[in-house]
Nanobody
């Protein structure tokens, strides 16, 4: 069984930075594409960023392009978030799937993390 362990959330002022981490265990990390989603209270979960199994391809939501960078190394993925805005406040979820298209669409995702809170104050 795959387990996704997230860390790195917290409270930061507008314009600040945070780095989220997500470690995968229980299966071979290299066989999974990985992504980050976020969800605000009362809203649907939305796609933030994804990285392919080999780390060559990345995909970002328009709202975070130029500010967020996703990367992977060994058994962990990272989301470097710069120039944070109050509208980035949400619970951020790590996701893993062996199918890229299922992953970036958020449909039938194989595994989800427990979520980590990011709060950006104005």
């Amino acid at each position: 069984q795959v387990q996704l362990d997230e860390s790195g959330g917290g409270l930061v002022q507008s314009g600040g930075s945070l780095r989220l981490s997500c470690a995968l265990s229980g299966r071979t990390f290299a066989t999974y594409a990985m992504a980050w989603f976020r969800q605000l209270a009362g809203k649907e979960r939305e796609f933030v960023a994804a990285v392919s199994r080999g780390g060559i391809t990345t995909n970002y939501a328009d709202s975070v392009k130029g500010r967020f960078t996703m990367s992977r190394d060994k058994d962990t993925v990272y989301l470097q978030m710069n120039n944070l805005k109050p509208e980035d406040t949400a619970v951020y979820y790590c996701a893993a799937d062996q199918n890229w298209y299922e992953l970036v669409s958020g449909t039938r995702v194989d595994y989800w993390g427990q979520g980590t809170q990011v709060t950006v104050s104005s």
